[in-house]
Structures are given as C-alpha cells and as structure tokens.
C-alpha cells in the first residue's frame, strides 16, 4: 500500500489562542464544499515535532473528507509557552510525577482550545469533533475527550 503524501502547500499555518498564550497549529481541509467532520491531531512529548506526519496523516483523513488541526501545546514548535519537560526538570524526584501530572493537565488546556477553535470554523460540523493522536498526544486526547462536553 502506497502512502499518500500532502504537497507542504496544502498545510495552512495558523494561530490559536489558549489563555494567555499564543499557539502554532498547522490545517488541513478536504477541497470542496461543506461541513466537514474534523479531527484534532496531538503530537508527542517533544519539543518540535517533525512536521513529516502531518503529511501522511493530513493526506489520509483529508482524502476521508476530515478537517485535520495540528496543534502544537505550549512550548512546542513555535508556541508560546514553557514546554512541559522544562517545567518540570528542576523538580525534585519526589515531586517530579506531580509535577508531570499538573504540566499535562495545564498543557491540555491547550487541546481544549484548539478543539474549540476547529470548531468555530465554517466548514467544520461543530458536533463532528473528534480528537487523536500519538504517544503523549494519545494522552492528551483521552484526557481533552473526558474534559470536554462535546468531544
């Protein structure tokens, strides 16, 4: 099976607010007209994610008629914002799985934001939300989708 790859053209930057902060967030949208079913897509835990998934993954769902939002949580790629393993590197070991637990639920505010902002957009279906991602973007989906009234 072949993969199907997005041209960098076909990715719009934009910005989402959350709080007080700034966030970098890359978009996918289906041609065509109408209101689209959408996907919020959470990276990993690092710092700048490679920008090669959204490619593959925006390719896939926008082929599946999605609205793809990339966004990029405080501190990563851009964003406003500390990252959260600086956050949380000079707290002692004792202390460190709270402090990783309290960084998650703050970043995820960022998720929520960016669900909120996916959903404003015109030709997105508001209750055709959904959210996904990898590794410690699999964390924040599950914890925006139980945080969420309408995910």
Known sequence: MAVVSLPAALITTVAIASGPLKLQASLVRPLGAGRFRAIVYNHGSEADPSSDHRRAIGAFFQSHGYVVLFP????????????????????????????????????????????????????????????????????????????????
């Open 72 to 151: 990029y949580r405080r501190g990563a790629s851009g964003s406003e914002g500390v990252h959260w393993e600086k956050r949380v590197a000079g707290v002692p070991e004792a202390q460190r799985s709270a402090a990783i637990v309290r960084a998650i639920e703050e970043e995820n505010d960022d998720v929520l934001a960016a669900i909120e902002w996916v959903k404003k957009l015109t030709y997105v279906d508001p209750r055709r939300v959904s959210v996904a991602g990898c590794s410690f973007g699999g964390i924040h989906s599950l914890l925006a989708a139980e945080r969420s009234q309408s995910v």
